[in-house]
């Protein structure tokens, strides 16, 4: 499928042709308006699309993707989920990211009706439509399970992108027929290249890799992925992963990694046994410099934390040696701000 056949799109429940979007000169003042501002965008002669990204691993900028990339990326999700054509799909998240972005061309590929919303912390709750399949963050996941289980329930499948979904929440859904899916990706990827079943039978440690990618890992043990029909690069990412049979395990960012007197430490190793006894607070591990240990690891969190230890699967160099009471700072997309002091 070529990016200039799709010219058209079904949003809440009416067709929009390329001709209506081009020809619409004032936009409504909401997300829908923002949709149809990226179908214009789309719908121009330009092959390529210009996407933000997030900025949760640096400076946000805006890089060009080809069209054609857009629609392979979104035939490989349609066919891994199995996404029929009746499917209606709800549009959640901010179309300014790829990950919006990318449900739009979903719909457009399958022929999905897709229904816009404006973006909120709890986009289920009072829904009365059927709803096959959406993208949210892991705020808004929990949020809809704590808010509207009933309505996360109808949903065939839900993935969930943009952060670490905590095992809490893992926890919570094992129950629910819904088959919830961590997604791995980013805005050079064009959106996700694997997937992590959370719940089910099929439950996983390993994000499995949608078959149209290929990956590997470098000196560093970081993830090198490659996918000729998206991207003509190999695309070496700041990822550690251990891999497995189809696919790997997240470890952490390398640029995180804190060098505590000579001895190598994983954040997100930590922040995950701390998780554990603290699943609704707001913190992380980062590090200050040190005379002694070049680097000592401290916690940063939002209210006090009174931990023990003993109780915590973690070794005694990982053990912060500070807490600072403090303010997190979050991106839009609700991912950590991490700061080193």
């Known amino acids: ?68 990339s857009f629609v392979e990326s979104a035939k490989n999700t349609c066919e891994y989920l199995s996404l029929e054509p009746e499917t209606n799909a709800l549009l959640c998240i901010p179309v300014k990211y790829i990950g919006g972005k990318m449900m739009v061309i979903r719909a457009m590929v399958g022929g999905y009706n897709l229904w816009v919303d404006d973006p909120s912390s709890s986009p289920l709750k009072n829904n009365t439509r059927h709803i096959d399949f959406v993208a949210i963050t892991p705020m808004q996941a929990t949020n809809c399970l704590n808010d509207s289980p009933q309505e996360v329930e ?18 919570q859904i094992q129950s629910f027929s819904t088959q919830f899916y961590s997604t791995y990706g980013m805005t050079e990827t064009v959106s996700h290249i694997a997937l992590k079943k959370l719940n089910g039978p099929e439950n996983s440690t390993l994000f499995e890799t949608l078959p149209a990618y290929s990956i590997h890992v470098n000196d560093d043990n970081c993830l090198v992925i490659h996918c000729p029909t998206l991207f003509t690069q190999l695309i070496e990412t700041n990822d550690i992963v251990r891999l497995g049979k189809g696919g790997f395990e997240w470890l952490g ?20 046994q701390i998780a554990k006894l603290f699943p609704s607070t707001l913190f992380y591990i980062t590090s200050q410099q040190d005379e002694q240990l070049g680097e000592k690891v401290i916690l940063v969190s939002q209210e006090k934390m009174e931990i023990e230890w003993e109780k915590i699967a973690v070794e ?11 303010k997190i700072e979050l991106t839009q997309t609700g991912k950590i701000k991490r700061e080193k002091f």
């Open 253 to 272: 960012r390398k640029d995180n990694v804190i060098n505590s007197g000579g001895v190598k430490v994983s954040p997100e190793r930590i922040e995950e």
């Open 1 to 68: 499928m070529e990016y200039n056949s799709l010219t058209h799109i079904w949003i809440n429940e009416q067709k929009i042709t390329k001709k209506d979007v081009l020809a619409q000169l004032d936009l409504p003042n909401n997300h829908l308006g923002e949709v149809l501002a990226f179908l214009k965008e789309w719908f121009s002669s330009s092959k390529e699309v210009v996407v933000q990204t997030s900025g949760s691993t640096g400076t946000p900028k805006q890089i060009p993707i080809p069209k054609q």
């Open 316 to 326: 005694k160099y990982e053990i912060p040696k500070e807490q600072l009471v403090r």
């Open 154 to 171: 109808q949903i065939k499948h839900i993935l969930i992108g943009g952060g670490a979904v905590k095992q809490s929440f893992v926890n």
